[in-house]
């Protein structure tokens, strides 16, 4: 990662600590809350500043070269380069097309329209990102975590989803379309107005009145356990 970058982002992060950083005790509480329902984040026991995050903006070579370095922990097995950790950093309209970005830490983020199509972010962690409007045409998203993310108008086409899990999310008009769902976790989820083909049927859970348009229904119905899933999904027309 180029040191303008990386002197940006610890600048923005500020403390690494919640217990090193400089709160209240309300505010040491609200932020620990804010990432209690994703241990990752929790363990890392760190505070982002959120505002300053959002307001800095990498510059499309700073996060080709943050790819680069990321390429290079994965190859060597963490021996060398850098893990990409661009959690809570706007980058919107970017384009991340074909990059591998295995085990990236993106949640946070804010990625309404980058271009991730093909890209491979399997064990990715997207929870709380904004994905609204992103391409993730035929990404790898295998394992992939979206907890309490945005994908309004997402284009999953192509994409495989498989062994993922999609919790507590909103992916309201987003295109599923070829996408591979053998496997994925899917709970308390709405895909309101999502299109849908039979790959759906290979999901394995469907939990918490995941929501789904009347016209997923047909597709739904060939899940050899729908039965089972039925209540557990809603509806609307």
Do not use: C
């Not at 919640?18 to 760190?46: C, G, I, S, W």
């Not at 557990?232 to 027309?237: D, F, H, P, R, Y």
């Amino acid at each position: 990662m180029i040191p303008s970058l990386k002197k940006a982002l610890a600048e923005a992060r500020g403390p690494r600590s919640f217990d090193d950083a400089d709160l209240t005790p309300e505010e040491r509480q609200k932020a620990m809350d804010d990432v209690a329902d994703y241990p990752q984040l929790a363990r890392k026991n760190r505070m982002l500043r959120r505002e300053d995050l959002y307001n800095y903006r990498p510059t499309q070579e700073e996060v080709d070269e943050a790819i680069k370095d990321h390429g290079i922990w994965l190859s060597s097995k963490g021996r060398d380069g850098l893990q990409m950790d661009l959690a809570g950093i706007n980058m919107q309209g970017l384009d991340l097309s074909g990059a591998d970005l295995q085990k990236a830490d993106l949640s946070l983020a804010l990625l309404q329209n980058t271009n991730f199509s093909g890209s491979n972010l399997r064990l990715a962690g997207l929870a709380f990102a904004n994905l609204e409007g992103a391409d993730l045409s035929g990404a790898n998203l295998n394992k992939g975590k979206f907890w309490h993310t945005k994908a309004k108008g997402a284009n999953f086409s192509g994409a495989d989803l498989r062994y993922a899990s999609l919790a507590k999310s909103g992916f309201t008009g987003a295109d599923f379309t070829g996408a591979k769902w053998t496997g994925a976790f899917l709970e308390d989820s709405d895909f309101t107005d999502a299109q849908f083909d039979q790959g759906i049927a290979k999901a394995r859970v469907f939990r918490g009145n995941t929501t789904f348009s009347l016209d997923a229904l047909s597709w739904l119905q060939l899940h050899p356990r729908w039965d089972h899933w039925q209540n557990s999904v809603k509806i609307v027309s």
